[in-house]
């Protein structure tokens, strides 16, 4: 079954350093998407992608963020100077559509910590 | 008022007991409605997921949508250890799901 991938599935980066988080979309989505988990709290999302634009962003994703779909398999999101409260679990996305009748595959999630 | 509300939980219930896990929205413009599943430091996957008033059935889970109400709820009947995770409401929009805090669901052997 086709599932989104995404690397690493931790990282360890140190306050105002720049990450890159990874996603391998299912292959035939054309919607893709980033959400953020900080322990303990709710799934808040943060931006999605269609036809390499962003559709919608959400007030969290500010000019600290980024996404970029550098080729034809790959999405990045990209954290400019790593605060601590960066720290959480990033989900990728993908779906078919957009639209509520269109399920989001989400991936494993990347573990960021800050310190 | 919070877009979504979900009972907060934890829930802690023996084998086989019948499970509720319930949200509020007060958004009207949400027309879909998704219950996702989630294991400890593992995405959501969708459980269950409806778009129209009434009760929706699979295995031994069932969606309840009550839209005059703006309240939904999750059932699962004969609850199994392998149900202990985090379940999430999920409203699905154009660009983007809004969820509900989770519920984290214990069921004891």
């Known amino acids: 079954e086709p599932e989104v991938t995404q690397t690493p599935s931790h990282q360890v980066t140190q306050m105002g350093q720049e990450v890159i988080l990874r996603c391998v979309p299912i292959?035939?989505?054309?919607?893709f998407y980033w959400y953020r988990q900080i322990l303990g709290q709710k799934v808040e999302f943060l931006v999605s992608?269609?036809?390499?634009?962003?559709?919608?962003k959400s007030e969290i994703f500010d000019d600290q963020f980024s996404v970029e779909r550098p080729d034809g398999s790959n999405f990045t999101l990209k954290i400019r100077s790593t605060k601590l409260e960066d720290s959480a679990m990033y989900f990728c996305?993908?779906?078919?559509?957009?639209?509520?009748?269109?399920?989001?595959?989400f991936g494993p999630g990347t573990r960021l910590t800050v310190t | 008022q919070k877009e979504v509300e979900q009972d907060p939980g934890p829930l802690s219930v023996p084998e086989g007991a019948i499970v509720s896990l319930n949200c509020t929205y007060s958004?009207?413009?949400?027309?879909?409605f998704m219950w996702y599943r989630q294991y400890s430091r593992k995405g959501p996957e969708l459980l269950m997921y409806?778009?129209?008033?009434g009760n929706k059935e699979d295995g031994r889970f069932t969606a309840q949508v009550d839209k005059s109400s703006k309240y939904i709820s999750l059932f699962i009947r004969d609850s199994q250890p392998s149900d202990s995770a985090t379940y999430l409401c999920?409203?699905?929009?154009?660009?983007?799901?809004?969820f509900g805090d989770g519920t984290t669901l214990t069921v004891k052997p």
């Open positions: 992608f269609y036809n390499n634009e962003i559709s919608e």
């Open positions: 999920a409203f699905p929009g154009a660009g983007k799901s809004t």
């Open positions: 409806t778009y129209s008033s």
């Open positions: 292959s035939n989505h054309l919607y």
């Open positions: 958004n009207s413009a949400f027309q879909y």
């Open positions: 996305a993908s779906s078919e559509g957009a639209g509520g009748i269109y399920e989001q595959y």
